[in-house]
């Protein structure tokens, strides 16, 4: 079993910065995947960022040049750092993690952009 804690989230101003933290335990192995998800209201969840534990990086296309995921290995802990930020970020953000076929996700964090 891996625990998955979040932090981070909160409201913002368009063109602000955010930054969401998630710090994983228990019984994880040396090959993974961390990132995120959002799901916004009335749509489906969907990708934002993921980062491998060889340091492979994905970004849905909405996202790319504004947000900037990162990982430490010794802790066990993704970043999502989160600039720009616009109106159609607004969603719940669940930190994500994969390994050997089982994937768990955290409680989410609420980000909310508006003026």
């Known amino acids: 079993q891996v625990q998955l804690v979040e932090s981070g989230g909160g409201w913002v101003q368009p063109g602000g910065s955010l930054r969401l933290d998630c710090a994983a335990s228990?019984?994880?192995?040396?090959?993974?995947?961390m990132g995120w998800f959002r799901q916004a209201p009335g749509k489906q969840r969907e990708l934002v960022a993921a980062?491998?534990?060889?340091?492979?990086?994905n970004y849905t296309a909405s996202v790319e040049g504004r947000f900037t995921i990162s990982r430490d290995l010794r802790k066990n802990t993704v970043y999502l750092q989160m600039n720009s930020l616009k109106p159609e970020d607004t969603a719940v953000y669940y930190c994500?993690?994969?390994?050997?076929?089982?994937?768990?996700w955290g409680q989410g964090t609420q980000v909310t952009v508006s003026s």
């Open positions: 994500h993690f994969y390994q050997r076929l089982f994937y768990y």
């Open positions: 980062v491998t534990s060889g340091g492979r990086i």
């Open positions: 228990g019984s994880i192995l040396s090959t993974n995947t």
